[in-house]
């Protein structure tokens, strides 16, 4: 059964139509990369997946109704990053990790053996167990970041989605959270992730959504997806692409001159 | 010291404070009765003149005192929290301009005169009135900044109303009652005001106490709030409804009082580790501490005078308030 199957989705915001028929389907164990280029719908369709926004269409968390699931239960089945790291109040960041068991949690429980493993295995996976004491709130963007990554992996969802993780890591820890999710997902947990480095999605996912315009143009295995000419159309950029050991390689190389008359050409009809 | 064991004895400490001011309040008074006196009359049952002053007068005076302080220091608590704003109290939302309007049109029709309870009944209407066009302007999507600008609506035009009601009093005494009632006293509230002010305000103290787990995911924001299983529109009802019952109340009985819910959190956030839920039974102590003090303070400092309580906190209140917008600055710099 899948972890996530959405059909016929469709979102306006603001009376914009952002996502148009969405049809996708994670199954357990699966890493997979949502890419677009900005404005295509890569936050709205996992803010949508989660109930966020309204939406019409059918999603299914793990074979339910969404909309028929109370805030708790989803919350059980699915944990998100959200891209924005605003943290409010300066707690430590063991209680910001912490929090992913709240959850788990009876409203006066106190902390179990079960929730202090998962917070200690949140910290170390994430490299965070250094900054256990310090106030959140005075961590750098990338530090920040994991924390609030290990936040949601504290919470144990069988689904996880991601809105763009990676954005602020330096290398190291870019590839040390690749590792992560892919480490996720051979124990059976899906990750489906939103991303922007076309690189990091090529090497690491299992399968790349690519979305433009709130519809899917391509859903497949990266070297189906990430192809010269797709990248162009899409994106308007020329990319090297190449097959190497351990993975498909992808690199940008510079835009695509077709894609820059065809975007100065549309701005002339609009204006 | 673990944090869970320094929130425990900051607790502990906060008790203790609050039960020796309230101890304190009863024996400060205009009436020449010695605190052993006092406290021995109190407990007497009998009709003499010391027993009667203490139960009558100084009793309801440190109760109200006690749970008006619980009221802000708890309300302010869940609001920052519920806000995610430093900056926020309880007047925010619109309910203590709206009670207070509530009351000056009682004193302003002379329904007052006729009735000693119209006065906190009406501001207590007025609060739920608040609450209702607050709730209904916010709208559905329960995003905090609507409520802060609807607050911000309601405030501004019950403050508008109180004024024109002070501008077309055709009697300069409701004029001045208006003015005094505004300004916010304990002096002369009997144990009536105590039962009125009682059951609303314990009702919003369960709706507040019982967001704790909520205001602390919002420490990450709705989103991601709303993602961790916190039903969105139920934490607004509760935050909203809870701080209308609580604070309308309070300011039904009271006058109102400022800036005790939005200093008592600011002081003991750093205490409880900035643990939205920890933060709220803290700063009910602390709010209670607060004003307990400030009333003893108004009668010592000059007595005689009665100097309003909620001028005391303004006095005081209104500086520290400057002090967090210039820090907020340097922050945001």
Known sequence: MSRLAVSNLSASLGGNTVLKGIALSVGPGEFVGLIGPNGAGKSTLLRACLGLIPSSGEIQLAGRDLRRMTAADLARHVAYVAQDRDIAWPITVEALVDLGRQPHRGAFARSALADQEAVEAALQRMDIDKLRSRRATDLSGGEKARALIARALAQQADLLLADEPVAGLDPAHQIALMQVFRDLTRQGTSVVASMHDLGLAARWCDRLVLLEGGRIVADGPPAAVLTADLLRRVYGIEAYVTEAAGGLIVQPTRLAQAGIEQEVAGDNIHG | ?333
Request: contains cysteine; proline residues 5%.
């Open chain 2, 1 to 333: 010291m673990t944090e869970t064991a320094r929130y425990r004895l900051l607790i502990v400490l906060l008790a203790i404070l609050v039960t020796s001011l309230f101890v304190l309040s009863l024996t400060v008074g205009p009436a020449d009765v010695s605190p052993w006196q006092g406290l021995a009359g109190l407990f007497a049952g009998d009709d003499s003149l010391i027993g009667l002053v203490m139960r009558e007068i100084r009793l309801p005076r440190a109760i109200l005192g006690l749970m008006i302080g619980a009221t802000l220091g708890l309300s302010g608590a869940a609001l920052q929290g519920y806000l995610r704003n430093p900056l926020a109290e309880p007047g925010l939302i619109g309910v203590s301009a709206s009670a207070s309007l509530g009351a000056v049109i009682a004193i302003y029709t002379g329904l007052s005169a006729l009735l000693p309870l119209a006065l906190p009944l009406m501001a207590l209407g007025g609060a739920l009135c608040a609450v209702l066009v607050v709730r209904l302007m916010a709208g559905a999507d329960a995003r905090p900044l609507s409520v802060i600008l609807a607050g911000v609506a309601v405030s501004t035009f019950a403050g508008a109303m109180t004024s024109l009601a002070l501008n077309l009093s055709p009697n300069p005494f409701a004029a001045m009652e208006i003015m005094f009632w505004m300004l916010g006293s304990l002096t002369d509230r009997s144990m009536t005001h105590v039962w009125l002010a009682a059951p609303f305000m314990v009702l919003g103290w369960l709706m507040l106490a019982s967001l704790g787990r909520a205001l602390d995911a919002l420490t990450l924001g709705h989103e991601t709030a709303a993602s961790m299983g916190i039903d969105m529109k139920r934490v607004q009802r509760l935050a909203v409804i809870g701080t209308a019952a609580s604070v309308g109340a309070a300011t039904a009985v009271a006058g109102a009082i400022g800036f005790v819910g939005l200093v008592v959190p600011h002081l003991l956030r750093p205490l409880v580790g900035a643990r939205p839920s920890r933060l709220l039974f803290a700063s009910a102590l602390g709010g209670a501490a607060l004003l307990l003090a400030a009333d003893i303070l108004v009668r010592v400092v000059a007595p005689g005078r009665d100097l309003k309580l909620g001028v005391l906190t303004a006095v005081l209140g209104a500086p520290f308030f400057l002090v967090l917008v210039m820090r907020a600055r340097r922050q945001m710099a």
